[in-house]
């Protein structure tokens, strides 16, 4: 069963996200369908991309699949972790990407949707980010995507209690474009998408480029670097990082020692 479907109308392409039993969990065979599916519009000069799950679902994506994340003491989000690809894949797409999103949006698939240029979503939608509930580190550039998208003391809320935050509330932080209601989202993210598709492709592709260069300019001393990095080691080397995924796998509380 293909973990991701498409489809193509016009110059807008379409990617459904397809795993809806794992509740799309971003496995590396899910992400290799999806920056498979981009390459073939690259190929094909779409001018608009809408990623989305199936009509109705209740998880948009449940994030990383914690099934693959390595045992403590290795880095779970390293440079060639597939949801880093991902992410570098969408905000490199030369064309608009449009989250349409229904249901829970829960850890690295907040940050996938985030890396979306333009996010619609249903009321009834929500957005966890959940490193800390699983005692993992969250990468840099992860970090800073969201500190591009929400105001800090929500990052800090969002991060610390790993709680749901209501699509409303996601609205009137700016984090989302606009909210639809069921029965309207696909027609008006269509709708969108034929708008963007009518204007230069050149100039969107340029301007999406500039404004990503821009966003991830941030001057970062190699000392402060290593820093970071030997801060989150301490946490992927740590005990409670393995409590988090073997909780995870035997469908447990965790019990974090601070450890
Ligand atoms: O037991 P089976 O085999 O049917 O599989 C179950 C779940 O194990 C599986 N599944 C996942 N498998 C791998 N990775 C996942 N992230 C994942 N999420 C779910 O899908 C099958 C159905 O799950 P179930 O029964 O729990 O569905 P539900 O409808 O009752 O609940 C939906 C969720 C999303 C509320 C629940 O599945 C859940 O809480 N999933 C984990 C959400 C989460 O913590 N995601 C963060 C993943 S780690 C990550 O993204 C980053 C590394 S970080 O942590 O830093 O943000």
Same mark, same amino acid.
Do not use: C, Q, R, S
């Given at each position: 069963m293909p973990l991701v479907l498409t489809e193509q109308q016009d110059s807008t392409g379409i990617i459904f996200l397809n795993n809806t039993e794992k509740r799309n969990a971003l496995s590396e065979a899910l992400i290799g369908e999806i920056i498979d599916a981009l390459d073939g519009f690259r190929a094909l000069n779409i001018r608009a991309v809408i990623l989305r799950a199936a009509? +109705?679902?209740?998880?948009w994506s449940a994030g990383h699949d914690i099934g693959e994340l390595p045992n403590s +003491?290795?880095?779970?989000? +390293?440079?060639?972790?597939p949801l880093r690809h991902l992410v570098r894949a969408i905000q490199e797409f030369p064309a608009p990407v449009i989250a349409l999103i229904e249901g829970g949006v829960w850890g690295g698939g907040c940050e996938v949707a985030m890396a979306c240029d333009i996010l619609v979503a249903t009321p009834e939608s929500t957005f966890a980010i959940t490193p800390a509930k699983l005692g993992v580190p969250y990468n840099l550039v992860g970090v800073l995507t969201m500190m591009n998208m929400i105001p800090l003391p929500v990052v800090k809320e969002m991060l610390f209690t790993a709680k749901p935050i209501p699509a409303g509330q996601a609205l009137n932080l700016g984090i989302i474009n606009y909210l639809k209601p069921a029965s309207e989202i696909e027609a008006f993210v269509h709708d969108m998408a034929a708008s963007i598709c009518v204007n230069s492709p050149l100039s969107i592709s340029v301007m999406k480029e500039e404004l990503r260069l821009l966003t991830s300019a941030h001057a970062l001393s190699p000392e402060l670097f290593e820093r970071i990095q030997g801060l989150r080691q301490i946490v992927y080397d740590g005990k409670d990082y393995q409590e988090g995924i073997d909780a995870f796998r035997q469908k447990r509380k965790p019990n974090f020692s601070g450890k």
């Open positions: 009509a +109705g679902v209740k998880v +003491g290795h880095d779970p989000l +390293g440079w060639n972790d």
